[in-house]
Nanobody
Framework: QVQLVESGGGSVQAGGSLRLSCIAS????????MAWFRQVPGKEREVVAA???????SYGDSVKGRFTISQENGANSLYLQMRSLKPEDTAMYYC??????????????????WGQGTQVTVSS
């Protein structure tokens, strides 16, 4: 059974930094995509960044140049380094993964496994 556990969220002032972590267990796919999504109440979950098993990365337009996604030990550890945080980055952040393909879609429905989320709050 695949389990994803996020950590690293918190409260920070605008311009600050946070690093989110996601530890995966029970994952056996050699081809995969892992991603960070975020969601605020009343809005759809949006993709923040994604990385595939070859290390190819993609980012949402609003975070390009500020956030960096990375992984260690294959699909076992996923990170999101967030810099120059803005109040509009405030959201619940989720780690997600889909196996069997290295294609990284932007739709949350395409991802099979999700963590419980970690809250990020950025104050102005």
């Amino acid at each position: 059974q695949v389990q994803l556990v996020e950590s690293g969220g918190g409260s920070v002032q605008a311009g600050g930094s946070l690093r989110l972590s996601c530890i995966a267990s029970g994952y056996t796919y050699s081809s995969y995509c892992m991603a960070w999504f975020r969601q605020v109440p009343g809005k759809e979950r949006e993709v923040v960044a994604a990385i595939d098993n070859d290390g190819n990365t993609s980012y949402g337009d609003s975070v390009k140049g500020r956030f960096t996604i990375s992984q260690e030990n294959g699909a076992n550890s996923l990170y999101l380094q967030m810099r120059s945080l803005k109040p509009e980055d405030t959201a619940m952040y989720y780690c997600a993964t889909r196996g069997g393909s290295s294609f990284c879609p932007s739709m949350s429905l395409a991802f099979s496994y999700w963590g419980q989320g970690t809250q990020v709050t950025v104050s102005s």
